[in-house]
């Protein structure tokens, strides 16, 4: 009898248990699947093939490895601007210098990684890139919406003013 009282209760919980793990799982596979489904209709996959992917790797990796050094080497010349900047008594000759320094750094890099873009876009077939075009085309909108940037907080041209306002045109003043 006293057995009865444990193992019935026992049984019923290891049953709710397997049920609920059960049911679980079978919502995650009808959500997974109604997902795909819906990414599907919505925009199709942009695919590349194995060799793509891997010289686009190697792309990335190489510039990765050819512009490490001018990163460093420009958050360096960065920090020393700053630091001159802060003495008592700034030498402009050598601000100045430094300044150009850092901005033919800066061009350098931009310069890379346009090449990097111009190398990975040279690795697509005509297709991949009217996808990528229609595709980029589409999810601009989705973003951005037609204000202007979601995140910058909507406003006439998609900005805040200094408090909060939105900045209009006929209110910034010449002069």
Wanted: hydrophobic fraction near 35%; charged fraction near 25%.
């Amino acid at each position: 009898m006293r057995m009865d009282r444990v193992a019935r209760p026992l049984a019923v919980l290891g049953a709710l248990v397997m049920a609920g793990s059960a049911y679980a799982q079978q919502s995650t596979t009808v959500e997974s699947e109604a997902k795909s489904a819906t990414q599907a209709q919505v925009a199709p996959r942009f695919t590349i093939t194995e060799e793509q992917r891997a010289k686009i790797s190697s792309l990335r990796d190489q510039f990765k490895l050819d512009t490490a050094q001018k990163k460093a080497t420009l958050e360096v010349q960065q920090h020393k601007l700053v630091e001159m900047l802060r003495q008592p008594t700034v030498d402009k000759p050598a601000v100045l210098a430094l300044n150009a320094k850092i901005n033919a750094l800066r061009t350098e890099l931009s310069d890379a990684r346009l090449n990097l873009m111009l190398a990975i876009n040279d690795q697509f077939t005509p297709e991949q890139k009217e996808q990528m075009k229609r595709f980029r085309k589409g999810s601009f909108f989705k973003r951005h919406g037609r204000g202007g940037c979601g995140d910058c907080g909507g406003g006439r041209f998609g900005h805040r003013g200094p408090i909060g306002q939105d900045v209009k045109s006929s209110t910034v003043q010449k002069g």
